[in-house]
């Protein structure tokens, strides 16, 4: 009895440890993810949040949330990368691809969240705008599917939809920009420079004072040529508060903005 007793107590004590320990494991993974979120979102240390990631997985491996983060942190490192000399712009590709492996490997681990198909979406519109838009109509189309199924699954907060709006309305403003009938060749006649404004203005509902947002509806105000519109957007670029690494080159080119069209 005594024996079976014993034998009992250290069963519970096996399931205590496993318990315990997977607690940490959680813990110490979100602990990690939001260090890295405070240095991306806070501190604006892509290095930083970089390391971070690279510890984590190393301790996490084959984790979605550290890969759709790995792909950010990429993302904004290769936009800082020079990008004068053809092996500085073929080492700035490399890094906008390194951005959609981890990406794509996070749909694959995780295809009900949002948040990877944009991040996905987001890597690879950079590729496509760094090869050029037109010649790469294939990863558009990617792009636009990749934010519509981040926008169908409706998941991951405001913030993440919001910005899937916003990448499929930059989608549908820089597409829109070539000769309908050209586009249309390309299997790219569905862009649309009205409905990129509406995606705009519903990214800004989702998620306001975001200055990225108010700048590129503006400009596809001024391409409409409503221009008061225009003003009002503009203004809201410099009455929002700096929540993004690049908000102060948004703010001066709000300010020159505003300065060009004062008088249309």
């Known amino acids: 009895m005594k024996t079976n007793q014993k034998f009992f107590t250290a069963f519970l004590f096996v399931i205590f440890l496993a318990c315990f320990s997977a607690v940490s494991f959680s813990q110490t993974l979100d602990e990690l993810l939001n260090q890295c979120d405070n240095y991306l979102d806070v501190s604006f240390d892509n290095q930083k ?5 690279q510890k984590a997985d190393k301790l996490f491996p084959n984790n979605w949330e550290v890969y759709w983060r790995l792909s950010r942190v990429y993302v904004y490192m290769a936009e800082k990368m020079p990008d004068n000399t053809g092996a500085q ?31 996905r979406a987001i890597a ?3 590729i496509a705008l760094f090869k050029g ?45 070539k000769w309908a009938p050209a586009r249309a060749v390309l299997g790219l006649g569905w862009a649309n420079l009205d409905q990129a404004i ?41 009455s929002s508060p700096k929540r993004d690494e690049n908000d102060d080159e948004q703010l001066a080119e709000a300010k020159s903005l505003l300065e060009k069209i004062k008088n249309e």
């Open 133 to 177: 838009v037109f010649s790469v109509a294939g990863v558009v189309n990617a792009v636009k599917a990749d934010c519509e199924k981040a926008i169908s699954l409706g998941n991951g907060g405001n913030y993440v939809q919001a910005l899937a709006y916003y990448v499929l309305a930059r989608t549908n403003d820089k597409v829109s920009e």
């Open 49 to 53: 949040a970089l390391d971070v990631l």
């Open 89 to 119: 712009k073929d080492a700035q590709l490399a890094v906008y691809q390194k951005a959609y492996n981890y990406a794509d490997q996070s749909v694959k681990l995780a295809p009900d969240k949002s948040v990877t198909y944009l991040r």
């Open 198 to 238: 509406t995606d705009y203005n519903t990214a800004i509902k989702l998620y306001p004072n975001f200055r990225m947002f108010y700048l590129d509806l503006a400009k596809a105000y001024i391409k409409k040529d409503e221009y008061s519109k225009a003003r009002d957007m503009l203004n809201k670029v410099i």
């Open 124 to 126: 690879n519109g950079r």
